[in-house]
C-alpha cells in the first residue's frame, strides 16, 4: 500500500509541474484588434515578440526574459505580451481587425531578424524602435523595460 501512495504522490507532482510549465508561456497573437481594446482599457502598450521555434536565440528570450517579465507582479498589469511566429502561416486578426497570417504579419512589420520585440500603442502604431536579436545578457531586460516604459507613456500621457 505504502508504494501506491508514493506513486500516487509522485503522479500528482508530476501532473502539477506539468500545468505549471504549460502555464509558463506567451500567449499566441490570435485578435489584436482585441488585445489593443484590452489594452486601451487598461491603459497599457502591446508588447508582440517576434519569433520562431527553431531558433535557440528565441527560446532563450522567451524563457529568460519575456515569460518572467510577463509573470513579474512589477510588470504583469503593465503590459499586455502577444507571439507572432514568423514562419508559421497561422491565421490571425491585426489591429485593425483585418485577417491575416503571423508570417503576413511579421513582413508587414519588416521583421527578418528573431527574436524581434516590437511594442504597440492600442493603436496598433509602434512605440519606438524594434529590439532586433537577443542583446547583451547585461542589458537585455533593460532595453525590454525602457521599450514598454516608451508605451506606458504613449498610453498614459503625463497631465491627464
Not at 39 to 57: D, E, G, N, T
Not at 139 to 149: D, H, K, S
Amino acid at each position: 500500500m505504502n508504494i501506491f501512495k508514493r506513486w500516487g504522490c509522485l503522479i500528482v507532482t508530476w501532473a502539477l509541474f506539468g500545468a505549471a510549465a504549460a502555464a509558463a508561456q506567451l500567449l499566441p497573437a490570435e485578435d489584436l484588434a482585441q488585445t489593443a481594446a484590452t489594452a486601451q482599457s487598461r491603459r497599457v502598450p502591446v508588447l508582440i515578440a517576434f519569433m520562431q521555434q527553431s531558433c535557440p536565440y528565441c527560446a532563450v528570450a522567451r524563457r529568460d526574459y519575456l515569460i518572467p517579465l510577463q509573470a513579474d507582479p512589477q510588470w504583469k498589469n503593465r503590459v499586455l505580451i502577444r507571439e507572432i511566429d514568423v514562419d508559421r502561416s497561422t491565421e490571425m486578426r491585426d489591429f485593425a481587425g483585418t485577417a491575416t497570417t503571423h508570417r503576413a504579419f511579421a513582413r508587414s512589420h519588416d521583421v527578418t531578424r528573431v527574436p524581434t520585440l516590437i511594442v504597440f500603442d492600442a493603436d496598433g502604431k509602434p512605440v519606438g524602435p524594434p529590439l532586433a536579436g537577443l542583446m547583451s545578457d547585461d542589458f537585455y531586460r533593460l532595453y525590454i523595460e525602457q521599450a514598454i516604459e516608451a508605451g506606458l507613456n504613449r498610453m498614459r500621457p503625463r497631465g491627464r
